[in-house]
């Protein structure tokens, strides 16, 4: 069955940069996610990646993808305390299916 | 533009009592719908989730159940709550089928259970 696994947590400096992993076992996902969730809030997407590209860029953010080893990170460039959340990794392998969460990784920025 | 509501925001129930956790959709039709459950220290856990009216499809075996009476509408009930219900409940939506689809989920704001 699928699953997804990923730290718990994961503190960092403010001004440096994060990298929270994220390893999935159903090979034939199709897209790869990043949720942000705020305390008390619903979940937001951060970002995607198609399973046929290996790495995404958004601004401070960063996704790169290693099909072989099913290994997705997302890094966080120049972390700010609003970066302060729990993020998310997903996946699904067909785009009207069901989608499949890691646990969550708790990021804390300390000052 | 697409938004999603559900309600109440938060609860207090005692165990044993009903559950009745509603969840709308505006702005689009024929949405998937699912039910999550994020309690602690187990991250998010997909509960129910349905690509139709009339339609669900269940995850986890539980004394929770889902139903779909109307395409945008999705009810999360339960005829006698347990202690281990108590988490933080969230409902989401996605596009159906359509071309481009990226699979994004988009959350509603949370309903907050605790059963005592």
């Known amino acids: 069955g699928e699953d997804v696994e990923q730290s718990l947590f994961l503190s960092v400096r403010e001004g440096d940069s994060s990298v929270i992993n994220c390893t999935y076992t159903?090979?034939?996902?199709?897209?790869l996610y990043w949720y942000k969730q705020e305390p008390g809030a619903g979940l937001q997407l951060l970002t995607y990646i198609f399973s046929n590209m290996d790495m995404k860029q958004d601004q401070r953010l960063t996704v790169l993808l290693n099909k072989k080893d099913k290994h997705l990170s997302l890094r966080i460039a120049d972390t700010q305390t609003g970066d302060s959340a729990i993020y998310f990794c997903a996946e699904s392998y067909k785009r009207d299916d069901k989608i499949i969460f890691g646990k969550g990784t708790r990021l804390h920025i300390l000052p | 533009s697409q938004t999603i509501h559900q309600w109440p925001a938060t609860l207090v129930q005692p165990v044993g009592s009903p559950l009745s956790l509603e969840c709308t959709v505006e702005?689009?039709?024929?949405?998937?719908l699912y039910w999550y459950r994020q309690a602690a220290g187990r991250g998010l856990q997909l509960l129910f989730y349905?690509?139709?009216?009339?339609?669900i499809s269940s995850e986890v075996p539980q004394n929770l159940s889902a139903s779909r009476p109307q395409d945008r509408q999705f009810i999360l009930s339960s005829k006698k709550l347990l202690l281990s219900d108590s988490g933080f409940y969230l409902c989401a939506w996605s596009k159906n089928g359509a071309s481009g689809n990226t699979g994004e989920l988009f959350f509603g704001e949370g309903s907050r259970l605790t059963v005592l």
């Open positions: 702005g689009t039709s024929n949405p998937n």
């Open positions: 349905s690509v139709g009216i009339g339609q």
């Open positions: 159903d090979s034939s996902s199709t897209y």
